[in-house]
């Protein structure tokens, strides 16, 4: 027997979900005998990109119905009568499904706006249909500009929220992609998820579709892993290549202020980096280093956030440590790591509850807290320094290397961790 959902590649409890809905629509019968039944439509939520259209596609060639598309392509009037058309028909060809793509896109006016002509439209028709075997699906980027009486149960009261891919997910989408051509070199897939997590599935599919353009234009006989680094960089850090050069004594310090940062995240949490350069991006900034950091490990511990404070200092006690100087390019880090400081001192209330401002009016409880925030970053700044000077010769490699190749991923910081005796991930 066909799966029709084979094309989705993970997402394993999405598809449970659609297999149901699936089933469902093919067999009424067997749950209508347990009191069950289907009456509400579906919506398919989610960032653009994130494989709504697809994952609402499979679903009905599952089901083998008749097929009514409705998408808007005309700003007037005129969009009003083919919402009512669409549904006309399917009902006069039950059983049948109906697909409203990009629904929050029907009506152009403010998400405050629930009365909108062309929600009031597509819910009168919905209710029209009721006695009828005609399914309503629907893909929705921003669900806030559906209106609730749409959303019902009994309407389109059936959510299924499609995320971004996971890591495991993302790995499983690129090596799909990787293995449909033979043209490519052999792939780190681990490092291109790293380099791409929080990214869509259509986002995927371009960065690899970007690095074969590269290799054609290079008159390569294959995509290398290096087409892929040169895509992501291209495509998601903003960070293309570019003829634009500094001072060989400028880019030494970038790339000793970005190694400190990779360096003391490995070490504090091995596996971390995912992606360190000293190109320049599009907004005329130098360096970067990128994290894969779980949301469900941020919040487990004091000890975690304080390893991400360290993380955020590490870049200018690297300058202060090697160069024997004030780093002038750490304004960003300092912020970041003052804001992780203040979550545990006020959020947590990890040095005294007196620390709790409730109203964020009383002064003298303000000044208590950034005392303390302040005493949080001086102390890990100082641990920070003591694992860099510890560490030297791991720095120093990490540093050559980095402006050697102007850019390391997971599989070389793993590589060059790996030789100097520290844990792997």
Not at 14 to 38: F, V
Not at 48 to 58: H, I, L, N, S, V
Not at 81 to 95: C, L, Q, W
Request: glycine share 4%; net charge negative; hydrophobic share 35%.
């Amino acid at each position: 027997m066909k799966d029709h959902f084979e094309k989705i590649v993970g997402y394993e409890d999405i598809k449970r979900e659609l297999r149901i809905i699936s089933d469902m629509l093919n067999h009424p019968d067997i749950y209508q005998k347990l009191g069950a039944g289907l009456k509400d439509g579906l919506v398919l939520y989610g960032r653009p990109g994130t494989g709504k259209t697809t994952m609402a596609q499979c679903l009905i060639e599952s089901t083998g119905r008749k097929e009514y598309i409705c998408r808007k392509k005309v700003s007037d009037g005129k969009f009003i009568k083919t919402i009512s058309d669409t549904f006309e028909v399917a009902k006069r060809h039950a059983p049948s499904i109906v697909l409203l793509d990009d629904l929050d896109k029907f009506s152009e006016q403010s998400e405050d706006d629930c009365d909108a002509e062309e929600f009031v439209t597509v819910q009168s028709c919905i209710d029209e249909i009721s006695d009828y075997d005609v399914f309503v699906i629907a893909t929705v980027n921003n669900l806030r500009k559906i209106p609730d009486s749409l959303l019902r149960p009994g309407r389109i009261g059936k959510r299924l929220r499609i995320r971004l891919p996971q890591k495991d997910e993302a790995a499983e989408i690129i090596k799909h992609y990787i293995e449909k051509s033979s043209l490519f070199d052999e792939m780190d897939v681990e490092s291109i998820a790293r380099m791409l997590d929080g990214e869509s599935c259509a986002t995927l599919e371009s960065v690899i579709n970007n690095a074969a353009i590269k290799a054609a234009f290079h008159r390569q006989q294959k995509v290398t892993m290096q087409n892929i680094i040169d895509s992501c960089l291209d495509l998601i850090f903003d960070a293309p290549e570019s003829s634009d050069t500094l001072p060989e004594d400028i880019l030494k310090k970038i790339a000793y202020h970005e190694s400190g940062h990779a360096l003391i995240s490995e070490l504090l949490d091995p596996g971390c980096v995912s992606i360190m350069s000293i190109r320049k991006t599009n907004d005329d900034s130098y360096g970067f280093v990128r994290y894969f950091r779980p949301e469900e490990k941020k919040n487990c511990s004091a000890e975690y956030n304080e390893a991400m404070i360290k993380a955020s200092l590490a870049g200018k006690a690297t300058t202060e440590l090697v160069f024997g100087e004030t780093d002038m390019g750490a304004n960003a880090d300092l912020r970041n790591a003052f804001r992780k400081a203040m979550c545990l001192v006020d959020n947590e209330c990890m040095f005294g509850f007196h620390n709790w401002i409730e109203d964020r009016s009383d002064a003298y409880v303000a000044e208590n807290r950034n005392r303390a925030a302040a005493m949080v970053l001086e102390r890990n700044y100082l641990e920070v320094k003591k694992l860099l000077a510890k560490h030297r010769p791991l720095l120093d490699r990490l540093a050559s290397e980095l402006l050697e190749k102007t850019t390391l991923v997971r599989i070389d910081i793993q590589r060059i961790m790996s030789e100097n005796g520290n844990t792997v991930v």
